[in-house]
């Protein structure tokens, strides 16, 4: 039987991270030792939490449409999941293992349809909702999901037609209104979309069953489902692992719960305390810092079904009792355009106008880097925001910056408690780590830069159906089984992770290493520079060739107050001629993933497709 009192699962407390006088004071060092720590199926974990806390009666999800609320006590949210739960079980006869995809926006729908799957063991599979027909196809294909709840509209952007070629044999469509109790006219002034008359009450390769009625006419029972929290799968995710390629990343109950438990005294959380859902619930990092972490940890979770505008933001949070504080989880690119809204009505004038700046107490920024020039302006306005790191194979926190004690900006932050890391030759794991953290080790520095790699009880089971990928991206050394990330950096000598980039990133330029996010954070002191990307393209004569792509501030325009060649010359000016852009196109946006990251290679791509057709490239 597995227990964090593994080899396996502890830590060398002679790290470096442990001894050089940054960790926070409090923080336990190994996961076993974290108050409360109890690894058991998730169903099982929330109803310990309930009971630990005294939260049954208390509000736990909080539902925002526009200027509409509704708040679901967490008895009620218990009773509409093991209704769910209930039905999947005795009416479809679903089964623990059995895989059920969830394609819905952040909702209470999804928390219920959620917590329905962990109640009778089966997997849900997160879905993003803004997949295109074959996307969702490709997705459903490689679980062999036979459930499918979904948004009643998405269903006629596509679905429809590529039910019958996957496994799903039931359809669960569902609408925002489901769980509301506001009267009939208030709905209807929401004008919250439906498409309940487009879709058929049955089809000759799948059953329809309706979320509203589910919950109306099934009576709860109680099931008892054998989980192994450690051996059995609790999530299917989609992700493009450390290649690049779709895979299918499997979380156990015990990857999930575990990291859960890591993250809650580095960021001293609290039952009551208000956690922001404006980030993806079918992603892992609004999954487990937002929604498990509110059901495990009893906190409240606010949920926006999309991020909504910092006006409305704002309004929201007014009307919001949260006397233990607020936390605000995202990606860097809702923290810039808060502080750019804060900016535009003025500090004073935002302040007197909303009370968000008062009540809220941390954010934790992810899915990327975050830039000083981000960081900081927020802090001035807000309060600390401390950067985290992790993957969709890591449930999925590693690091995390220390939120208070002594920090250093433009890093990854310390692994948090249970987890290990080390830096290893990206093309040769099996030669060792090349630093480990240890002072007999000592090699610290930029100079011994290497595949970021991480150890713990956080890392997935592995990818689902493939193997190869298993034997290439997890390995074993020293006891440990090391989950390979792809990112490429370096440690210093406190322990701190700094990433150059993506292996897959790297720009070759005459044979020098090109940090792509090194040049970006370099570009965005530029004062005329709001937004930047950078790629590589192929290049005859030095092999490839870095090219920028740029949002202007708002007041320049080229042509007007700036030319695409000054640019050019400032980066000359401010970086090695090998870094410096040879090209620089000014862009109206950026292509972005629906969690904010900037999606480089679609950039990249465009121009390759156009420089193989012989076409002209911008810059």
Not at 69 to 84: G, T
Not at 294 to 302: E, P, W, Y
Not at 303 to 312: A, G, I, M, N, Y
Not at 571 to 589: D, G, I, Q, T, Y
Request: net charge negative.
């Amino acid at each position: 039987m597995t227990s964090l009192n593994d080899k396996e699962y502890l830590v060398d407390e002679n790290k470096v991270w442990f001894t050089g006088g940054y960790w926070p004071e409090g923080v336990p060092k190994q996961l076993k030792d974290v108050e409360g720590i109890d690894i058991t199926p998730l169903w099982k974990g929330f109803i310990k939490s309930a009971d630990d806390y005294g939260i049954w009666d208390s509000d736990i999800c909080i539902f925002a449409y526009g200027s509409y609320m509704e708040r679901v006590k967490l008895r009620k949210l218990f009773e509409y999941a093991k209704k769910f739960g209930t039905f999947l079980y005795h009416t479809l006869g679903i089964r623990k293992g059995d895989v059920v995809a969830i394609d819905l926006p952040n909702s209470i729908n999804f928390v219920v349809a959620y917590m329905g799957c962990q109640y009778i063991g089966a997997i849900v599979q997160g879905i993003n909702p803004t997949y295109k027909p074959m996307e969702l196809l490709h997705a459903l294909t490689m679980t062999k999901a036979k459930v499918l709840v979904l948004m009643d509209m998405l269903y006629i952007a596509g679905p429809a037609t590529i039910l019958p070629k996957t496994s799903i044999k039931y359809l669960i469509p569902s609408n925002f209104t489901d769980f509301l109790t506001a009267d009939e006219e208030t709905i209807q002034q929401l004008g919250i979309p439906s498409a309940k008359d487009k879709i058929p009450s049955e089809t000759e390769d799948y059953k329809v069953y309706w979320m509203n009625q589910i919950i109306k006419e099934t009576e709860p029972k109680d099931i008892t489902v054998d989980i192994d929290p450690w051996a059995d799968p609790a999530v299917y995710l989609m992700t493009g692992g450390t290649t690049g390629l779709p895979k299918v990343a499997m979380l156990s109950h015990a990857n999930l719960i575990s990291n859960l438990y890591m993250i809650k005294p580095w960021t001293n959380l609290e039952p009551g305390m208000v956690t922001i859902g404006s980030i993806p619930f079918f992603h892992s990092f609004g999954l487990t810092c937002v929604m498990s972490g509110a059901l495990s940890l009893g906190m409240q979770m606010l949920l926006f079904p999309k991020p909504p505008s910092d006006d409305v933001l704002s309004e929201t949070i007014n009307k919001i009792d949260a006397p233990q504080g607020i936390i605000y989880t995202g990606v860097e690119m809702l923290f810039k355009r808060l502080t750019d809204y804060v900016d535009e009505l003025g500090v004073e004038a935002y302040k007197k106008k909303y009370d968000f700046t008062e009540k809220l107490k941390y954010a934790t920024q992810g899915a990327g880097p975050l830039h000083d020039y981000v960081r900081i302006p927020f802090e001035n306005i807000f309060c600390p925001i401390r950067v985290g790191y992790g993957l969709t194979e890591t449930s999925p926190v590693v690091s995390i910056a220390p939120f208070w004690g002594p920090n250093k900006s433009g890093k990854l932050g310390l692994p948090i408690p249970g987890t290990d890391w080390a830096i290893f030759d990206s093309e040769n794991f099996e030669a060792g780590p090349i630093c480990d953290g240890t002072l007999e080790k000592n090699n610290f520095g930029v100079e011994h830069t290497g595949e970021i790699c991480v150890a713990g009880p956080q890392i997935m089971l592995g990818y689902l159906g493939k193997q190869k990928e298993l034997e290439d991206n997890l390995k074993m050394w020293g006891g440990k089984r090391w989950l390979l990330t792809g990112d490429i950096g370096f440690m210093d000598e406190h322990g701190f992770c700094e990433i150059r980039d993506r292996k897959k990133s790297l720009i070759k330029v005459s044979g020098h290493s090109v940090y792509p996010k090194e040049v970006e954070e370099l570009m965005g002191h530029h004062p005329a520079i709001d937004q930047v990307a950078v790629a590589g393209l192929p290049d005859e004569s030095t092999g490839e060739k870095v090219k920028a792509w740029v949002i202007l501030k708002k007041g320049f325009k080229v042509g007007k107050n700036i030319e695409v060649e000054d640019i050019k010359k400032w980066c000359l000016e401010n970086m090695a001629k090998w870094k410096s852009p040879r090209l620089v196109e000014v862009a109206r946006k950026l292509p972005v993933s629906i969690t904010g990251k900037v999606q480089r290679r679609e950039l990249q791509e465009k121009d390759i497709t156009k420089m193989e057709s012989g076409k002209e490239i911008k810059g």
